[in-house]
Antibody, heavy 119, light 107 residues
């Protein structure tokens, strides 16, 4: 069955960088666009970024553009999110999610990885 | 950017009640609207897409309607397992935005 497993979260000092990973299995990873969504503690869902199945199209939420970089390695069935210049506002659970099809909703989500930005 | 506004932000209803959540888009999005359910401490789950199409396995007491800018999610008979926060999401022209969520509790 479809599995998405995030990793790479933890406690990070402000201003540092972090790379999150999402290992996918149970489906043809290279056929699907993939997303990152985050959720600050006690808050709602916030879409972060998407990468198309072939990696050519990358889009970011306006507030994320510039510090966030989404990428994928289809040989490893893995999605990545690089976050630079971390600030307190980036403290959140980061989920990866699989699209049902390009530009469509998300049918599978990982369990999330918690990023805490604190000195 | 398209903004999605849900109302109410929270509600409390009795088991068996009919519950309606609304979602309004800041511009027309046709029927590119999905609903997700997030139970406490759990991962979001896709309930509905294309405004009114039920995702496989979702109970038929859930229904959706709307097009353009105004949408509704209805639970015809609220059950204890429906306690959750519900989010609308647009995926119009490769733009993904969530509403702020509606928390549903049992009275």
């Amino acid at each position: 069955q479809v599995q998405l497993v995030e990793s790479g979260g933890g406690v990070v000092q402000p201003g540092r960088s972090l790379r999150l990973s999402c290992a996918a299995s149970g489906f043809s990873f290279s056929n699907y666009g993939m997303h990152w969504v985050r959720q600050a503690p006690g808050k709602g869902l916030e879409w972060v970024a998407v990468i198309s199945n072939d990696g050519r199209i990358k889009k970011y939420a306006d507030s994320m553009r510039g510090r966030f970089t989404i990428s994928r390695d289809d040989s490893k069935n893995t999605l990545y999110l690089q976050i630079n210049s971390l600030g307190a506002e980036d403290t959140a659970v980061y989920y990866c999610a699989k699209e049902t099809d390009w530009a469509k909703p998300f049918d599978y989500w990982g369990q999330g990885t918690l990023v805490t930005v604190s000195s | 950017d398209i903004q999605m506004t849900q109302s109410p932000s929270s509600l409390s209803a009795s088991v068996g009640d009919r519950v309606t959540i609304t979602c309004r888009a800041s511009q027309g999005i046709s029927n590119y609207l999905a609903w997700y359910q997030q139970k406490p401490g759990k991962v979001p789950k896709l309930l509905m897409y294309a405004a009114s199409t039920l995702q496989s396995g979702v109970p038929p007491r859930f229904s959706g309607s709307g097009s353009g800018t105004d949408f509704t999610l209805t639970i015809t008979s609220l059950q204890p397992e429906d306690v959750a926060t519900y989010y609308c999401q647009t995926y119009h022209i490769a733009t993904w935005t969530f509403g702020q969520g509606t928390k549903v509790e049992i009275k």
